[in-house]
């Protein structure tokens, strides 16, 4: 389902996460335990790398730095997040510095989180396993046209609907890739000057 964040987070009192990986998810699901009120837990049947801590703080509402850079943000949910931190290895490679957010939260939206990193690097990518619309990359523009106005491509399902398939090869046809995160660095940080 490539749509359902946009619809959660339309609903009122709706806490929407979506943990990047199997030990995030477990965290997120303890932490739910204690959170009042109703929340949605996304996540996704394709295999991804184990690579957060299982003793890492899991806050509702607060999102994680994973790779501290200047040059560009590269805020990501789900799986994509793994994704990002392999863009910003291949970016580290051409002399470019990264900065990786785990937004794995949509809402409550951490926008203090968005709005420092956007500051320091004054560009955007944002990297999600959704339609462009409703979905993580239209809350960054949101928040950064109130804030900090800059630079953002969205990598993300662009008005198509999902099909069956390996997810790898999905993911590369639905351009939501490390790839496409990669190229979208590329482009941003050439508007942002």
Same mark, same amino acid.
């Given at each position: 389902?490539?749509?359902? &964040?946009?619809?959660?987070?339309?609903?009122?009192?709706? =806490?929407?996460?979506?943990?990047?990986?199997?030990n995030q998810t477990k965290?997120?699901?303890?932490? &739910?335990?204690?959170?009042?009120?109703?929340?949605?837990?996304?996540?996704?049947?394709?295999?991804?790398?184990?690579?957060?801590?299982?003793?890492?703080?899991?806050?509702?509402?607060?999102?994680?730095?994973?790779? #501290?850079?200047?040059?560009?943000?590269?805020?990501?949910?789900?799986? +994509?997040?793994?994704?990002?931190?392999?863009?910003?290895?291949?970016?580290?490679?051409?002399?470019?510095?990264?900065?990786?957010?785990? +937004?794995?939260? &949509?809402?409550?939206?951490? #926008?203090?989180?968005?709005?420092? *990193? /956007?500051?320091?690097?004054?560009?955007?990518? =944002?990297?999600? #396993?959704?339609?462009?619309?409703?979905? +993580?990359?239209? *809350?960054?523009?949101?928040?950064?046209?109130?804030?900090?106005?800059?630079?953002?491509?969205?990598?993300?399902?662009?008005?198509?609907?999902?099909? *069956?398939?390996?997810?790898?090869?999905?993911?590369?046809?639905?351009?939501?890739?490390?790839?496409? /995160? +990669?190229?979208?660095?590329?482009?941003?940080?050439?508007?942002?000057?």
């Amino acid at each position: 389902i490539l749509e359902d &964040i946009g619809l959660m987070k339309m609903l009122p009192g709706m =806490t929407v996460i979506v943990p990047c990986d199997y030990n995030q998810t477990k965290l997120a699901t303890m932490a &739910i335990a204690d959170w009042q009120g109703p929340v949605y837990l996304r996540f996704g049947r394709p295999k991804v790398a184990n690579f957060t801590s299982e003793t890492a703080p899991f806050e509702i509402g607060k999102a994680q730095i994973l790779v #501290e850079g200047n040059d560009v943000s590269i805020i990501a949910c789900g799986h +994509l997040v793994w994704k990002s931190i392999e863009a910003a290895r291949l970016l580290a490679e051409q002399g470019i510095s990264a900065e990786v957010i785990n +937004l794995h939260t &949509i809402k409550p939206f951490d #926008e203090a989180a968005v709005i420092r *990193s /956007v500051r320091k690097t004054k560009c955007v990518v =944002t990297a999600e #396993e959704h339609q462009r619309a409703g979905g +993580l990359g239209e *809350s960054v523009a949101s928040v950064m046209a109130a804030h900090c106005p800059g630079p953002i491509e969205m990598v993300a399902v662009n008005d198509s609907f999902g099909e *069956s398939g390996k997810p790898e090869e999905l993911l590369s046809k639905y351009g939501i890739d490390t790839p496409n /995160v +990669l190229e979208a660095a590329i482009r941003v940080i050439a508007r942002k000057h």
